[in-house]
């Protein structure tokens, strides 16, 4: 069995800094693991991510079903979070911040039981959009956001291309 490794990674705090870059992180991960440098997950927890997505995604619309609410509403609502990524038009750190808020699912959970607590069926189903709207996210391979690069979230790099290579953890 291999020994363990140095695979640099960078610390999602320290990305998107002023004053330039600080120096990459190292991390010991054991002999045949794969890494995926600023937290991205890959392999089997990226799958049972998405597949928690998947859930989300399905259980949310059951639930909108069983509230009687008018189908019409979620292709009008369904993308109202991503609204959230103008944040962006401020920076990536400010961008990240908004969109991550609007895509957890602590908020539309609340939204969503207040709704149900205070017998108003229009706070319900809104809550239950915008978890069916996290759900299809994550199903797609969409995640929170990392502050270093609007394509690097918890799931993946989108369009690898667009991110340097120290980003990434190769070497040139």
Known sequence: MPEPGPIA???AGDAGQPGGERPPATASVP??????????ATGAPRRWLRLEGAVLLAGSLVAYQAAGQAWWLVPLAVL?????????????????????IGHSTLLPAAVAGLGWWQGQPLILALGLIWLAHIGMDRLLGYGLKYDDHFQHTHLSI????????????TRP
């Open 9 to 11: 990674t960078r610390l």
């Open 31 to 40: 002999g045949g693991v794969a890494a995926c440098p600023g937290g991205t």
């Open 80 to 100: 109202a979070p991503d609204l959230l990524m103008a944040g962006y038009l401020r920076g990536t750190r400010r961008g990240a911040q908004l969109y991550n």
């Open 158 to 169: 989108q369009r690898a291309a667009d991110v340097p290579q120290a980003q990434r953890g």
